[in-house]
């Protein structure tokens, strides 16, 4: 997958975050965070925005079951166009090249 088809992707769960109706809203956001948790978990402290695409391309099964864990009698909050993507998205932020919205380079 192509950084800016993640970007994308990521941004469209954002989005369909933001739809989602008030009542779902909080158990979203938890799953999302626990998802974000187990980001960082995943690959630590410092992190370049291409490794987050290369953890996303190589498969996002995992997350069902942080989503599930979380939230085990609500298969909604279990939605990989919404939790997943947006929980890539947020942990986009924190990439060490990326600012802004875009990929900083560095030379």
Same mark, same amino acid.
């Given at each position: 997958? %192509?950084? /800016?088809?993640? !970007?994308?992707?990521?941004?469209? =769960?954002?989005? #369909? ?7 779902? +809203?909080? $158990?979203?956001?938890? &799953? !999302? ?6 980001? @960082?978990?995943? $690959?630590? =402290?410092?992190?370049?925005?291409? /490794?987050?695409? /290369? $953890? ?20 909604? +909050?279990?939605?990989?166009?919404? &939790? ?8 986009? #932020?924190?990439? %060490?090249?990326?600012?802004? =919205? @875009? #990929?900083?380079?560095?030379?």
């Amino acid at each position: 997958m %192509s950084f /800016e088809n993640a !970007i994308y992707q990521w941004q469209q =769960g954002e989005r #369909r975050l933001q739809r989602a109706p008030h009542e779902r +809203a909080a $158990l979203l956001e938890r &799953v !999302i965070d626990a998802l974000v948790a187990e980001l @960082r978990r995943r $690959l630590g =402290g410092r992190f370049a925005a291409q /490794e987050l695409v /290369e $953890l996303y391309g190589a498969g996002t099964g995992w997350c069902l079951q942080v989503a599930m864990k979380v939230a085990p009698v609500d298969p909604w +909050a279990w939605e990989a166009g919404i &939790v997943v993507d947006a929980a890539f998205g947020r942990y986009l #932020r924190e990439a %060490s090249d990326y600012a802004g =919205g @875009r #990929r900083e380079i560095v030379t």
